[in-house]
Each structure stands twice: as C-alpha cells, then as structure tokens.
C-alpha cells in the first residue's frame, strides 16, 4: 500500500498529514511504515521509481535529452534513457502531439528569436509582409505606437487580427470614456472656435458644457444601453466634473496666455481620413514620411487625427494637443518610439495644415480631475508663454527639439522595416509593464528570463 501526499501546496504553504495515517501506523505495530519524501526536482528522480505512465513520460524525456549525465545524478544513461523513451512511444504512453511540443519548447528556448519568439523565418510569408506593409499600406499613429511597444502585440493585434477576449463591464470602459469625452470637448469648442473664454460669462460656460455632456450621454445610452443604469448615471456624473475642471482649467490657461493670442482652433483635425465627427478642415491628404537621398527616395503614407489645434493666426503660430485620460507618455516613450503621436501630429501640421507656420510644440492634454495637464510632450523653449508648461522635460531648444523629432522619424522607419522583414518579437519595450494591460499574453507566454537571455 502506498499512501502520498504533498508537504506544500502552490503557494507555499505546508499541509497536515491524515490523521488516516496514525491510525495505521498503531493498526500495523510493531511493524513501521517507509516514510520517503520525493523532491520536486524531476531531474534527479529514478525512472524506475515512477508511480505512472505520466510521470515516467516525463523522466525519460527530461533524462534522454539532458546533457553530460556522468556522475551522481545519472540515474539512466542519456542512450538507454533515449531507449526508455522510445519503448515509452511504441506503447502510447507519449503522444506525437507531446513530442511535437517538446520540440517547440526546446526552441523557444534557444539562444535567439525563432519561429516560435514571433520571428518569420518562411521566405514566402516574409515577402508576402513585404507586399502587405509595401509604398502602398497607410499606417497610423496608433499603430505605429502598438509595435514600437510590442511588435508580437502589433502582429497580433493587426497582423493576425485576433479579437481579444471582451467581457461585460457595469462601468464605463476608459476607451469609451475617452470616446465620449473627445466628443463633449469637440461639440463645445467648435461653438466658441477662435473665442477668447474668460470673457464669456463662466458660469454660462459651465452650464454649456454640462448640457453638452447631457445630450453626448444620452446618445451613447441609446445606442448601447447599460446593463447597470444606476453605475451608468455615476459615471456619467464622475466625467462631467472632470470635464468642469477642465473648462477652469482652460479659462486659467487663456487668461495666462492672452498676451500670445493662443486660441482653440481645430477639433479632430484628421489627415488621410475624414468622417462626420471630424473637423470641417480635415483632409483626406496623407502625411508622407520620406528618407534616402533624392534619386533613391522612399516614402510611406501616413494617416490619423488631432485631437486639438490651437493657433495665433497674427503670428501664425500653432500648437498640437492629444487629449488623454492618463498622464501622457514621457521623453523615453517618445524617444524610443512607444508613443509616436505628436511628432507625426507636428510632421503633418507641417507638411498638409500649415505648411508655412511655426510650430509652438506639441503635448497631451490631460483629461483628469487633478494634476498638471500640459507638462507631457515636446514644446519649444522660444514658445513657452504660449503653453505655461513648468517641466523641464518637455522643454527643449530649437535644435534639440528638431534631433528629438529626427530620432523619432528614424525609429518609425525600423519599425516599418521590422514589419517586412517578419521581426514581431516577443518583446516588450519595458517587459513586464508593457504586457500588464495586455490582451494577446496568453499567446506569446513572455518569460522575462527566457527573453532577458536572447537580448543578452
């Protein structure tokens, strides 16, 4: 008779033996039971010591693969583990279905991406990505974004188009929140584009924006009715004080800035693209991204959407904003490419909208209760009376502010070729932080230290 039982559990706590087993040990005295404690490293078990088809399957491929067996830990030699194992196959106890993944493990665990790390290694694939992601394909900001984050998650998301999991919510999701706040601000500064605000009654501006936030609302629960009336109505309350402070917050803004004549001027403002919700002076027009010399040129065609444009027509002076629920992306995710937004935002203000204007900077708006707002993106020292940003990180001189913009140019150009070349590594730009919030983990399987060995 054997009688097993597990000494820890899966997360580490010890457990209590039977009181079954006392009661044997008096039922068979003077006779003592074998008491024998089993490691759980596989490696150094006995095959001859399994207890089942399963376990011997998994002796005899860890042992028949291992490496230098000599010593104390060779319990069966590599060739007559490699025996073992094929014994073990000929009878089923290991399926072709096993091996295969066995296989597939040994190589994503190998010194370098592979097939199985996001790496196309297929030539006809590889010139199909080509074609696909060619002079032709329009690509986006966002997306952009997506692959200098992750490029499995890119090659997932866009590639593959797997459609993550979506599960029901009884608040109000942060993408639609986002939606439904870029409406309410758009609806009311196109009514006041070009207006100077603080010299508007506040109060009445209050109230207007609280009744377009109403109106917004109410259009979305008609159109997707909550499973939780009572949760919708609070979170429709929650965004209209967010939006109340951010209407003050403007007032301040425009009255700190009257000298420089900054106004409101553009809502939703898009290029390559154009739909009701856009700005009336949005253009169907690509933003082109070019490198190479003159005779050897090439270009990519670029499309997407300014949340926000203000302008000093007198100095023909303007400035982007991307509105956003956090805080904004920083220098490093501008830099290494995981946010790509504003300097696309500044090429295509000066390539399509304002071809001969200078360009005070651009940065994320932040749509929050509390907390600075503008003190995320790339500004121009020359110009910083226009926005009152207080970070010195976002402050750059003309020089700096144009390398930073170059560096970036550049690193969406080895994004484009990582696409068609087939490299969506299993990658994420800052690891584990990248992937918190991801919808495709389940089917890369990061490991930071398998991944952490090939970068090395």
């Not at 984050?149 to 593959?160: K, Q």
């Not at 800035?257 to 919700?277: M, V």
């Not at 949340?307 to 995710?333: F, H, P």
Request: net charge positive; proline share 3%.
């Amino acid at each position: 008779m054997y009688l097993t039982r597990p000494l820890a559990l899966n997360d580490g706590a010890e457990t209590v033996a039977s009181y079954y087993i006392e009661e044997l040990r008096r039922a068979i005295a003077p006779a003592l039971p074998e008491v024998r404690q089993i490691r759980g490293d596989i490696d150094r078990r006995d095959a001859k010591n399994a207890s089942s088809a399963a376990e011997l399957s998994m002796l005899l491929v860890r042992q028949a693969q291992a490496k230098n067996r000599a010593g104390r830990d060779a319990h069966a030699p590599q060739s007559i583990a490699g025996e073992l194992l094929s014994l073990a196959m000929k009878r089923n106890y290991i399926s072709n279905s096993a091996l295969h993944r066995i296989a597939i493990e040994q190589a994503r665990h190998g010194e370098w991406f592979g097939p199985y790390d996001g790496e196309i290694t297929n030539d006809d694939l590889r010139l199909m990505l080509a074609r696909h992601f060619g002079p032709e394909h329009v690509y986006s900001a966002s997306r952009l974004s997506t692959y200098g984050n992750c490029a499995f998650r890119f090659f997932g998301n866009r590639v593959l188009r797997l459609e993550p999991r979506s599960e029901a919510a009884l608040d109000l999701q942060a993408i639609d929140a986002g939606k439904l706040l870029h409406d309410v601000l758009r609806r009311f500064f196109e009514k006041h584009r070009g207006d100077y605000l603080p010299s508007r009654d506040r109060e009445g501006l209050r109230n207007e924006l609280a009744a377009t936030a109403d109106q917004v609302f109410h259009e979305h629960e008609d159109k997707v009715p909550p499973l939780n009336e009572r949760i919708w109505k609070i979170d429709c309350e929650i965004r209209k004080l967010i939006l109340d402070q951010v209407l003050l917050y403007e007032l301040r803004l425009q009255e700190r800035t009257s000298a420089r004549g900054i106004r409101p001027a553009f809502f939703e403002l898009a290029f390559g693209r154009a739909s009701e919700a856009s700005d009336p002076h949005s253009t169907r027009q690509y933003l082109i991204l070019s490198r190479g010399s003159e005779a050897a040129a090439e270009s990519v065609l670029i499309q997407g959407q300014i949340d926000r444009v203000d302008l000093n027509e007198t100095e023909q002076l303007a400035i982007a904003y991307d509105y956003k629920l956090s805080k904004g992306a920083g220098l490093d995710d501008i830099k290494s490419g995981r946010q790509v937004q504003i300097p696309i935002y500044l090429a295509a203000l000066e390539q399509i909208f304002l071809p001969r204007w200078e360009l005070g900077g651009g940065g994320y708006y932040t749509l929050r209760g509390k907390g600075a707002r503008l003190n995320q993106g790339l500004y121009r020292t020359a110009y910083a009376d226009c926005t009152m940003v207080t970070s010195r990180w976002t402050k750059f001189d003309d020089a700096e502010w144009q390398r930073i913009r170059q560096d970036v140019s550049r690193r969406i150009w080895e994004f484009i070729d990582g696409m068609r070349s087939g490299h969506f590594r299993v990658k994420p730009s800052l690891g584990r932080h990248t992937c918190k919030f991801c919808d495709y983990s389940a089917v890369c399987r990061y490991d930071a230290y398998r991944i952490k060995r090939k970068n090395q």
